[in-house]
């Protein structure tokens, strides 16, 4: 662990304006970011008694080795970069909520020529208006119940191509719960209309559809059209049915979002209910390991920079209303970023007594079951995944805990594409973004000792790389906005994330002693003599040490072997899609592949104009341009190409290797 006085920056250094501070890692990996009123006080704090500090804090100044500092304009300026980099960044010291569950939520592709509604989780996308959250049983019955009235289209892009090619509409068009306009019973304008007016029901104004539909059955009926007016009334009892589902709770002009938090000393959990229209119309929550000393406001800040500053279309998603436990910090900068993101007022509030505080108390009731069963639920896979890395790292007499292990696998058919995987395990959970696949080529491919070699050698000469560039100790960094343009080689300053910057702990690497002794000599070779290597065999689950004649055998039922096998069964799935991958795109070979400049859609229009290979064959140059996109160069190089195969007696036809088919072409 560092000690937090070898980068301490002198007192006089640090400004005593607003401004947003990160600390790095040895590694350059940001930590922690925090904003201050007054920097040099805020950074102080660090640093005037690190052992006075509270466990977590005190952690983080160990684990850091740099910190420096912008200096921004306001406080509202200072709360947007903080929420920005904490975006960007994820530092594993500051407080993240994360959804306990994944809700669906209604979506209507308003951004598509045909908008399209659907059943969404998961990122949102722009241009898409989103309604929920909901439970997975309601959302469906609900979107059933409306498509009745607001027939918008709801297929897939597949289903629409076919309609429109084939003239025939799908069986919701049949059955009246889509408009069709894949077959044109209605143009894209009236199709958009619909679903405009489908979100403007989802979006609370229910009322006016219902009076508008009691109106036209009081027309039919008065025109004696009892047929129309029975479809209108079936639809107003649709529309009452979805608009009645939400019990009221507030009155029917209140537009607003109920927090509520339930917290211990390790863990907080939030929930909120949307209250539209003066009724519950979702629900969401969040559980945060709570690695930052934060307060019930700073908690409540983060939160509302996080559920609001997700989208960039937040104008129909914040309410007029935020109702929250305690005045978060930073009160009136949140009130004045929020009222920004919503071109409207936000009002913050706490109550205190009535109908909104009896809410309040429901919400926290929820917060507080959704912390005991998120307990409960994780309890045996922290327990399992803790004991897992405890006895692999004593099995393997390792001085260092296991917070990430790397394990490769080399993949091929009988030597050829040959290709390796690298997948990563923070914290004993696998961390999919850091996965890398390499392509083997040359002497390397000849066997797996020296792909494995080689592998080694290119991961772990980046990472070299990527820790050689100079991170600065501590001081200031400018700030993005202030027109400063960085260099190529600020790549610590700019955020710009270096690919493997980030070493193991531990190597696993898919094989037996040669593999892992092949590892083993690339790391030597490079210097590096603080990462770990191990090899998995797979005939009877050995692990083996480098220079070891005897492997390690750990127990059938030991937890440790189990984390093992997971990750080198991962490594191999990942090997094997990108060997597939790969082989899939060398299948078929042409004469006309190794043309400069010649791809695919111009080899295509060659054979279209000709007909054949042998017809380009004995084309002229003159003759090959007549063909759509080639040039009188690119003619030449495909007279010369083919010239070439010929003299040099290469196969002229184009072969499926799969089948041995003949494609000519």
Known sequence: MADPASYRPQTGEIPTTPGVYRFRDPHGRVIYVGKAKNLRSRLNSYFANPAGLLPKTHAMVHTASSVEWTVVGSELESLQLEYTWIKEFKPRFNVVFRD???????????????????????????????????????????????????????????????????????????????????????????????AEDFC???????????????????????????????????????????????????????????????????EASVQVFHVRGGRVRGQRGWVVEKVEDATTPELIEHLLQQVYGEDSDNQGRIP???????????????????????????????????DKAALMSTVRENAEQALKLHKVRRAGDITVRSQAL??????????????????YDISHVQ????????????????KKSDYRKFSITGAAATDDTAAMHDVLTRRFRHYLQDKSAQLPKSGEVPYPGSGEAPSSDDAA????????????????????????????????????????VVGLAKRLEEVWLPDSDFPVILPRTSQGLYLLQRIRDEAHRFAITFHRQKRGKAMTVSALDGVPGLGEAKRKALVAQFGSLKKIKAATAIELTAAKGIGPALAEAVVNHLAAAGAS?????????????????
């Open 390 to 407: 405890q006895e692999l790292q004593e099995a393997l007499e390792l001085p260092v805990p296991l917070l990430r292990i790397e394990c």
């Open 649 to 665: 007696g290469e196969a002229a036809p184009a072969v499926n290797m799969t089948t041995g088919e003949i494609l000519d072409f």
């Open 415 to 430: 030597g050829t594409n040959v290709v390796a995987s690298m997948v990563v395990v923070e914290d004993g959970l696998p």
């Open 493 to 532: 300053l700019t955020g710009a994330k270096a690919r493997f910057a980030y070493p193991p702990n531990l190597v696993v690497v898919d094989g037996g002693q040669p593999q892992v002794n092949a590892a083993a000599r690339a790391l030597a070779e490079l210097g590096i003599d603080d990462v770990y």
């Open 320 to 354: 007029r209303e935020v109702l929250v436990p305690e005045i978060p910090s930073n009160h009136h900068e949140l009130l004045e970023w929020l009222g920004g993101l919503r071109g409207a007022k936000v009002d913050i509030r706490v109550p205190q007594r009535g």
């Open 100 to 194: 306990d569950k994944t809700y669906p939520y209604l979506a209507v592709s308003m951004a598509e020529k045909l908008p399209r509604v659907q059943v969404m989780r998961g990122e949102r996308r722009k241009g898409t208006r989103y309604f929920g959250p909901y439970t997975a049983g309601a959302i469906r019955e609900t979107m059933d119940t409306l498509l009745r009235v607001f027939p918008v289209r709801s297929c897939s892009p597949g289903v629409l191509k076919r309609a429109q090619a084939s003239g025939r509409p799908c069986l919701l068009g049949y059955i009246d719960k889509c408009s069709a306009p894949c077959v044109g019973r209605v143009t894209a304008e009236e199709h958009r209309t619909i």
């Open 200 to 266: 403007s029901f989802m979006g609370g104004e229910a009322k006016r559809f219902i009076t508008r539909l009691e109106k036209d059955m009081a027309a039919a009926v008065a025109e004696l059209d009892y047929e129309r007016a029975a479809r209108i009334r079936d639809d107003i009892a649709a529309l009452r049915k979805v608009f009645e589902r939400n019990a009221v709770v507030l009155s029917e002009d209140t537009d607003a979002d109920v927090f509520a938090l339930y917290d211990d000393d390790l």
